[in-house]
């Protein structure tokens, strides 16, 4: 491959990385042609990004990026597929709902949240929340409190109008 190929290739790679803001490192030899379809698909239905890159031209990429990749590069050997997502924990889910039908992909490192993870870390990620969902339950513990107030005023107007209206009536 000409170097001027490389590089081209090496902006694309950044290109695509840049767009998301988590992605996973996987290890994908071993896979048939079936069975990588298969992932595609799932990656896809996902909304999941799925590329197979070199490994050097992946290290040239993510050295051009802002921020400090380097604990990753100890993990970019063999063949590798980049999954990338916006939401932090899909393809740490997706590898693992892989892995329990006894395929690959097996997870070799991981950038979530600002963070990199290891190998030996996919439970920890599959369990990791999404912006979404934590401002999802934040906004549910805020609303819990003022949802008991009004419920105990509601029920509470309901009890001595009832009382009211019972007292009426005996007169």
Known sequence: MKKEDKSVIV???KEVVSQYSHFYLT???GMNAAQVSELRRACFKADIKMMVVKNKLMIKALDQLEGDYSPLYPSLKENTAVLLSNVGN???RLIKDFNGKNMKPTLKAAYVEESIYGA???????NIKSKNELIADVI???QSPAKNVVSALQSGGNTIHGVLKT???RQ
Do not use: N
Request: aromatic share 0%.
């Open 11 to 13: 902006e694309k790679i």
């Open 27 to 29: 290890e994908t030899s």
């Open 90 to 92: 899909a393809p740490a």
């Open 120 to 126: 030996d870390q996919l439970e920890t990620l599959c």
């Open 140 to 142: 549910a513990l805020l």
């Open 167 to 169: 007292l009426a009536e």
